[in-house]
């Protein structure tokens, strides 16, 4: 089906993405302006969605919408609509603009960055058509285009910027339960589609804490727990147990954490995939927020019996989020002894060990989050010995991450940094207050993600 939006982006020849954005976000700046609503002025779509919106295969959410029919003077429903045959097959006019082409010099190897953009496209696009192909049942190449999907986001959501990967795994998400409410899918299809709910309503619970929004975090990841129920898939369950439980430590209920993560040690009895220990390491950090130092001691050395006898499964398979690394548990093991408050040498070699196990992007296991927190923890651990010239150098690179990276784990975890550089011995130190200055500026939320 051509739509109404895909025929008036083709007459005004906005079909070239960022032509498309400029207009968008223009049009986004005069609701703004017109209504008052601050939040448009940093609404901005991703090249993804504008594919699935061009090919009518996804519709938008409603600020979206708003900005939609404020710019191409139609409803929501209109643009969605079957174009008239009239306007299919009429000549390009209206407003100018630029559509894409296969650059002048492509025989020769140049615009090899545009070729490889719209080839990209035309893969979702053949994807959309195949899974439209098998509408009147869960076929096998949709299954194996959602595993695959799910595959990539939970690998690539760790290293990137979650502007990047929200829309797509918003719609894995809407077509899973689609199938799933469809009533389409044949018996043995079930499990794997109740799974692929799990897993992709499981990340978009850790998009929800990244946004500093516990309670719709909260939301995804119970319906991530229920969809696992319906998978018989006890891992992914203790998975969520785990998310919840950081969830919960992030958002400062550290007894609510330590019940979740006890919880999920209840169901994972059975498991012996690197979730056991995730879930030994969030009792630690969720102790240590309540003082309790045997707790953290026991449960740490819990977490380091499990990994020995850790044997990857299926969850570790797909990598990414759903695994634990032993370099993410050495910054678990850091963060809960030096939340206690108090650090010697030992920890202090133990947290450099940390941030220095982080520090190489290219690692297999590496991911920007625990990469800053790493560094704040040894930020912490160099101002419990009085070194804040060591702290200054140990917090800079997290200072330094771009804004699209300010998730709020991050920040939460800096201004820890600055609660710490407020004790007597700094309070007045220029180089304490320029620092507390700069995480204050850091702290302010600056994600702009697509609606």
């Known amino acids: 089906m051509v739509t109404l939006l895909r025929v008036l982006l083709d007459t005004r020849e906005w079909r070239d993405f960022d032509v498309f954005l400029s207009h968008f976000t223009a049009a986004a700046g005069e609701l703004a302006q017109m209504e008052g609503l601050a939040k448009y002025r940093t609404l901005t779509v991703s090249e993804a969605t504008f594919e699935r919106w061009y090919y009518g295969t996804g519709r938008p959410h409603p600020d979206s919408r708003r900005v939609l029919v404020h710019l191409l003077g139609h409803s929501i429903d209109e643009l969605w609509s079957p174009a008239p045959d009239a ?123 990244d946004l500093g929004d516990p309670s719709a975090a909260m939301m ?27 969830i919960s430590y992030w958002a400062e209920r550290p007894t609510d954490a330590l019940h979740y993560a006890r919880q999920g040690q209840a ?48 969850l570790d398979a797909l990598g990414g989020l759903f695994t634990f690394p032993r370099i993410r548990q050495d910054y678990y093991d850091v963060e809960a002894h030096v939340l206690l408050g108090h650090g010697d040498a030992q920890l202090l070699r133990r947290a450099t060990q940390a941030a220095d196990g982080s520090n190489d992007p290219d690692h297999t296991n590496w991911s920007f989050g625990p990469a800053a927190g790493a560094r704040t923890n040894l930020a912490l651990a160099r101002l419990y010995t009085g070194d804040l010239d060591g702290a200054a150098e140990a917090v800079r690179p997290v200072l330094d991450l771009p804004a699209d990276q300010h998730n709020a784990g991050i920040i939460h975890s800096a201004r820890r940094v600055r609660t710490a550089l407020l004790q007597p011995a700094f309070l007045d130190v220029p180089l304490a207050r320029e620092l507390r200055e700069e995480i204050e500026t850091f702290s302010r939320p600056t994600l702009a993600l697509p609606r």
């Open 220 to 246: 995804q990841a119970r319906t991530a727990a229920v969809c696992a129920d319906k998978a018989e898939h006890p891992a992914m369950g203790a998975w969520v147990r785990g998310l919840q439980s950081l």
């Open 87 to 209: 306007l299919t097959s009429a000549p390009a006019s209206g407003r100018p603009g630029m559509s894409y082409t296969a650059p002048p010099d492509a025989a020769f190897g140049a615009g090899l960055h545009e070729m490889g953009r719209n080839a990209a496209m035309a893969a979702r696009r053949a994807m959309a058509f195949a899974m439209g192909e098998e509408r009147g049942q869960v076929g096998e190449e949709t299954m194996g285009f959602l595993q695959d999907e799910v595959r990539r986001l939970a690998a690539a959501y760790v290293r990137v910027p979650l502007g990047t990967v929200l829309d797509d795994l918003i719609s894995v998400q809407d077509e899973t339960f689609r199938l799933l409410e469809s009533g389409r899918a044949r018996p043995v299809q079930l499990r794997d589609l109740y799974l692929i709910a799990a897993l992709s309503s499981g990340m978009l619970a850790k998009a929800g804490h």
């Open 267 to 314: 169901g994972a009895t059975s498991q012996n995939g690197t979730v056991t220990v995730w879930l030994y390491s969030l009792e630690a950090c969720a102790a240590s927020l309540l003082g309790d130092a045997d707790t953290v001691t026991q449960a740490t050395q819990r977490a380091a019996d499990m990994r020995e006898a850790t044997v990857p499964d299926d």
